[in-house]
């Protein structure tokens, strides 16, 4: 996610594009962006708002779909480049149209993908020292 568009600190608004592709149970996909903010509420713990649309794929089909989410958590800043790390809670809603038309509502974990190399990194440090 890009939130760093017009931040300069922590507690600076920011705004920025986010992309995505999901699926439930590979039965569907679920693909598109959209906008995302950064509400700097606290400057290590801020809310993130977003909003976007999406292209559902399902047994061969397309459909329109959209995408809203707030989440709360800890959100990096990085001086040196446009790259943070995020953690937190995310209340996520998806509509969906076609011809099996809903809404999901979820509350999901947000994880940084970087976070999976942290038990490699702490395995190859002990081995070398």
Known sequence: MGDRVGRSS????????????????????????????????ESTFPFWLGVGALGRREEGTWAPAGHAFLGWGSRSFNYQSVWGMVYGLTLDGVWHGGDRKGVDVVVAATLDAQALLYPWLLLVSWVRH
Do not use: M, N, S, W
Request: glycine share 24%.
């Open 10 to 41: 922590p507690r600076d608004f920011g705004i920025g594009p986010y992309f995505e592709a999901r699926t439930g149970g590979f039965h569907f996909g679920d693909y598109g962006g959209g906008l995302v903010a950064v509400l700097p509420v």
